[in-house]
């Protein structure tokens, strides 16, 4: 699902896939934005604020309607 | 009274019987907790498990928590006490039914598994000390940016 949204919003939207596991910066954007539990998706907009985040599996939908309100 | 209706009675009175001893005990049997009763048993001396990822748990988890990744869980187990009495979470209750059934099939005989996980946890949680940046950045990026956080389990 999510490579799809990746796909359609390309050019709009950068969607990064951050593995924890892996340390580095995804552990620390994850300390900045206060992630608990994964999976977390973390809204940001161009000017660096945080519009929105959804914790746990989330639905198309929803993702959709969080992209769509980026700036 | 025929012979089968005699049987049919007993078992029934037995059923009943248990049932009021499960409910006298004051306590849950093995199995699924919700989280007054992961408190209880935290503090009736539980030994609380986080079965998630060392990152996962770094992250953030539920304090005086012990984390035994599920990946690690048969091998970190030998030798433990069967007869402990052990809580699990993860971070939606799906690794930590896993590992529930793990231990108890290998004889531990009081498992409790928190349900719905961390993530429907509304107690306090202990998570690692926050970077200090200002939440206002300056921009970053010429488009917005959807991180999507994971962890290979």
């Given at each position: 699902?999510?490579?799809?949204?990746?796909?359609?919003y390309?050019?709009?939207?950068?969607?990064?896939?951050?593995?924890?596991?892996?340390?580095?910066?995804?552990?620390?954007?994850?300390?900045?934005?206060?992630?608990?539990?994964?999976?977390?998706?973390?809204?940001?907009?161009?000017?660096?604020?945080?519009?929105?985040?959804?914790?746990?599996?989330?639905?198309?939908s929803?993702?959709?309607?969080a992209?769509?309100?980026?700036? | 009274?025929?012979?089968?209706?005699?049987?049919v009675?007993?078992?029934?009175?037995?059923?009943?019987?248990?049932?009021?001893?499960v409910?006298?005990?004051?306590?849950?049997?093995?199995?699924?907790?919700?989280?007054?009763?992961?408190?209880?048993?935290?503090?009736?001396?539980?030994?609380?498990?986080?079965?998630?990822?060392?990152?996962?748990?770094?992250?953030?988890?539920?304090?005086?928590?012990?984390?035994?990744?599920?990946?690690?869980?048969?091998?970190?187990?030998?030798?433990?006490?069967?007869?402990?009495?052990?809580?699990?979470?993860?971070?939606?209750?799906?690794?930590?039914a896993?590992?529930?059934?793990?231990?108890?099939?290998?004889?531990?005989?009081?498992?409790?598994?928190?349900?719905?996980?961390?993530?429907?946890?509304?107690?306090?949680?202990?998570?690692?000390?926050?970077?200090?940046?200002?939440?206002?950045?300056?921009?970053?990026?010429?488009?917005?940016?959807?991180?999507?956080?994971?962890?290979?389990?």
């Amino acid at each position: 699902m999510v490579d799809r949204l990746e796909k359609e919003y390309e050019g709009t939207v950068d969607i990064l896939k951050m593995n924890v596991d892996a340390g580095g910066e995804a552990a620390s954007l994850a300390s900045r934005y206060r992630v608990q539990y994964v999976p977390t998706f973390v809204f940001v907009n161009a000017d660096g604020t945080t519009a929105d985040t959804i914790v746990g599996e989330a639905k198309e939908s929803d993702l959709r309607d969080a992209l769509d309100g980026l700036r | 009274m025929s012979r089968t209706k005699w049987i049919v009675l007993a078992c029934t009175v037995a059923l009943i019987t248990g049932v009021f001893v499960v409910l006298a005990s004051g306590g849950p049997t093995p199995g699924v907790v919700d989280g007054d009763q992961f408190a209880r048993l935290q503090t009736d001396g539980a030994r609380v498990l986080d079965v998630r990822t060392e990152a996962e748990f770094a992250m953030g988890h539920i304090p005086g928590a012990e984390n035994v990744p599920l990946t690690r869980l048969a091998e970190e187990s030998e030798g433990w006490d069967p007869s402990a009495l052990i809580v699990l979470y993860c971070a939606t209750g799906s690794r930590s039914a896993e590992a529930a059934r793990m231990l108890s099939a290998r004889g531990f005989e009081s498992v409790h598994d928190l349900t719905g996980g961390i993530a429907a946890w509304d107690g306090p949680v202990e998570g690692p000390e926050q970077v200090a940046v200002p939440p206002e950045q300056p921009a970053l990026t010429a488009v917005p940016v959807m991180y999507e956080f994971y962890t290979d389990w």
